[in-house]
């Protein structure tokens, strides 16, 4: 297998672990120390963290979906970037949804497999802030 499609294995994987409400299996997708964009502009790191917030994911009972990969490497990190849209239910039985762009970046471990290390799944929320709008940092 090639490094491109190992890279989207790795992703299909953690995608497949939301799917099965598995937070185990999402979390090691992820190095330890990865930073996750939890809403726009808003990075979260720790695994603390980072389960609660994909605990509400598998709450809403997300279904992701892709409609294409995009995988650049060098060495050993990795840049993913993937449209996806998602649905799912809220606390209160509403049918919920959202889209954005997925960029990914992921480094090879020393075993050979991919691990996320930081993760915004909202890359194309840049292009929709007002010009002259540099946002939270």
Do not use: C
């Amino acid at each position: 297998m090639d490094t491109e499609a190992r890279i989207i294995s790795a992703i299909e994987a953690m995608t497949h672990s939301f799917h099965e409400g598995n937070l185990d299996g999402i979390l090691t997708a992820y190095e330890p120390s990865a930073v996750v964009v939890g809403e726009p502009g808003v990075p979260l790191t720790g695994g603390a963290r980072l389960r609660t917030m994909f605990a509400g994911f598998v709450a809403a009972k997300a279904r992701f979906t892709y409609s294409a990969h995009e995988v650049f490497s060098t060495g050993d990190v990795a840049l993913h970037l993937a449209p996806w849209t998602m649905s799912g239910v809220s606390p209160d039985g509403e049918v919920i949804g959202a889209a954005g762009l997925s960029v990914a970046v992921l480094r090879r471990q020393s075993s050979g497999e991919w691990l996320i290390v930081i993760d915004d799944p909202y890359g194309g929320s840049l292009l929709e802030r007002p010009s002259g709008d540099a946002g939270p940092r």
